[in-house]
């Protein structure tokens, strides 16, 4: 009877950290600013540059919404594109302003995933750009507007948790019935 008891804790344990596993593998890495499709970040750009990369690295994704989102200086929304990523890889956003090229200045590029935000990266164009520390450029960085719930790692944590107690609760009410029936 005990070797039978032991069987499902050790099964429900491997389950815990396979979940685990799965909901902590998919991540964005490595966010960065670029002038080229897949290049190495650059944080400024010269005076009268029409097009930049958001260049990131995603993991075991399934199906996963990620946003992009480009503030300027004063915390207008330049640019915002959605898209949906499954696998792992390497994504280049081309980014352009609506006014042909980015005006001088401090720029804040938020990345969402699954409506949370995963990253800022700040920015400049032009040689006599305002630094992006300045309070507008900070305040870019916050996150607009967040969708109501948990993070899926606190999900996936919380199912752990769950999943422990019940096979607690299996294993004390199986030990209680073996104690009244000997």
């Given at each position: ?22 909901a902590m593998a998919q991540e964005i890495a490595n966010p960065r600013m670029s002038d080229a499709p897949e290049g190495p970040s650059v944080p400024q750009f010269p005076s009268g540059t029409s097009v930049v990369y958001l260049v990131f690295d995603y993991a075991n994704m399934q199906d996963e919404e990620v ?116």
């Amino acid at each position: 009877m005990r070797r039978f008891m032991f069987w499902p804790i050790i099964v429900a344990f491997c389950f815990s950290i396979l979940l685990g596993g799965i909901a902590m593998a998919q991540e964005i890495a490595n966010p960065r600013m670029s002038d080229a499709p897949e290049g190495p970040s650059v944080p400024q750009f010269p005076s009268g540059t029409s097009v930049v990369y958001l260049v990131f690295d995603y993991a075991n994704m399934q199906d996963e919404e990620v946003t992009t989102r480009v503030y300027n200086n004063v915390g207008d929304i330049l640019f915002e594109e959605t898209k949906k990523y499954t696998g792992s890889g390497t994504e280049s956003v081309a980014i352009s302003p609506p006014t042909g090229v980015f005006a001088d200045g401090a720029y804040a590029t938020n990345l969402y995933r699954g409506g949370y935000l995963n990253s800022t990266t700040l920015w400049e164009v032009g040689e006599a750009a305002p630094s992006v520390a300045t309070p507008a450029a900070r305040a870019t960085a916050e996150p607009v507007a967040r969708k109501q719930g948990l993070p899926p790692t606190i999900l996936a944590a919380g199912m752990i948790v769950l999943l422990l107690l019940s096979v607690f609760v299996f294993w004390a009410v199986r030990r209680a019935l073996a104690a009244g029936k000997g």
